[in-house]
């Protein structure tokens, strides 16, 4: 695992645990049951959240450091040491401490504006994914604080988060058509073409016929090999909920999509097939660690790398304007038009000398509450002279300027961001800066 401690690495689905010890049943305060889930601790110590679609297991030696917060769509794990420190220092609510978030949507969307995503599986409720942290959440100017910090950063490579059922998992037609099981050898591979594109009739031909070995999984990925398992389903017509994945099997010649999903009986599955998915299961369970590169290459590690924040945190300036948290929102919130219409808000937190953490949502017009959070809190760094501030990513590079429009300078009141199609052409207003309120 790669000691970079301003990036994650890539938390990849795993298969079916086996579990043991005792089962407690929790409930998360949410409006539906996703977040409602059974504990239980295995026989290593490690402990086993089964909530009602998704798995999360976390080892041993985060006991006792760790805890959850919920919210309607996510649930978030985080370190409550750091994060009490720092609501102590700052003498406000604060979200720091975050190790990682388990996080439901009903649909993709998300995939065009969240940077640091990485899919887990889809269901007949949405599909699910992982949103993480791109800076250091550990809060630093305690020893103690900081070690048990380190010890739980260290112990990433043994997370693993997963679906409960493996018969879809990851859906991304990017992955479909270019992320083919192109790492197992010889007669295995009929469908596959250069690159690993999948363009034939197969993944792995013989799955359902004899038993695989791991010699014959050999470099395949977590991705291709939950659609090898997916390929069992389908040579006994199961559909897809899934509509790539469904499209996906729509065009082999042998696939014919009749039994609903929820229909479907395990039963059908003969000798080899039942124990060919256990193998793949076992085999993604290798893959699945924090760090670990099964899926290097694709277009899901190239969205959840997309902060390379290492190089761009050494290059930080000291801010030469100040910043104020709050909502900045688009000027024409402030219209006083008097039909509601829902706006943009930039919602500045934590500034230092050198950078401020940013949210950007959808907000309701009418009732001032937040409808969809279109960019993910993230961290932004002052950069040249300290008047202008960068986040940069892979696939996004936000720049914020800040406009003196209403005379405060250096105080901002006035924010300008570019690189974000939502925001493009707007200022963003705080007109709640002392001393430069306006009506």
Known sequence: MKKNMFGWGT????????LSGQMVWAGAETADDLWQYNLSVDEIGDQIYDFSEVEVTVPAEWNGK??????????????????????EELSEETYAGTLFTVCHSENYDFMDVVPHYELIGSSEHGVYYLDYPTDVQGYPDEGKIWAEWSSLYENLSKVSVSMIHPGEGIADEALLTESGADGADGAQQSGTGENGQTNG???????????????DLKGMNANQLQMAINEIYARHNRKFQTESIQKYFNTKSWYSGTVDPEKFDENTLNQYEGKNIALMIQCMKSKSAVGNDASEGSEVSASAGDTDTSAHAAACKTASVQ?????????????????????????????????????????????????????????????????T???????????????????????????????????????MVNNSVPGHEFN
């Open 201 to 215: 009739e197969y993944i792995l031909e013989d799955s359902s016929s004899r038993y695989l070995t791991e010699e």
């Open 66 to 87: 760790y805890d959850l917060r919920f919210g309607e769509d996510y649930v978030e794990f985080y370190h409550p040491a750091s994060r009490d420190a720092y609501r």
């Open 323 to 387: 910043l104020y948290e709050g909502a900045y929102r688009e000027s024409s919130y402030y219209d006083g038009n008097s039909e509601a219409k829902d706006y943009y808000s930039l919602n500045i937190s934590h500034i230092t000398d050198t950078s401020f953490d940013f949210v950007v949502c959808l907000m309701d017009g009418t009732t001032g509450n937040v409808k969809e959070t279109m960019f993910a809190p993230n961290t932004a760094r002052f950069a040249g002279d300290g008047t």
């Open 389 to 427: 501030a960068v986040f940069q990513g892979k696939q996004y590079t936000l720049t914020f300027t800040f406009p003196d429009d209403h005379g405060a300078y250096p105080d901002v009141t006035d924010i300008v961001v570019s690189g974000f199609s939502y925001l493009e052409g707007k200022t």
């Open 11 to 18: 938390l990849m689905m795993t298969g079916i645990c086996m």
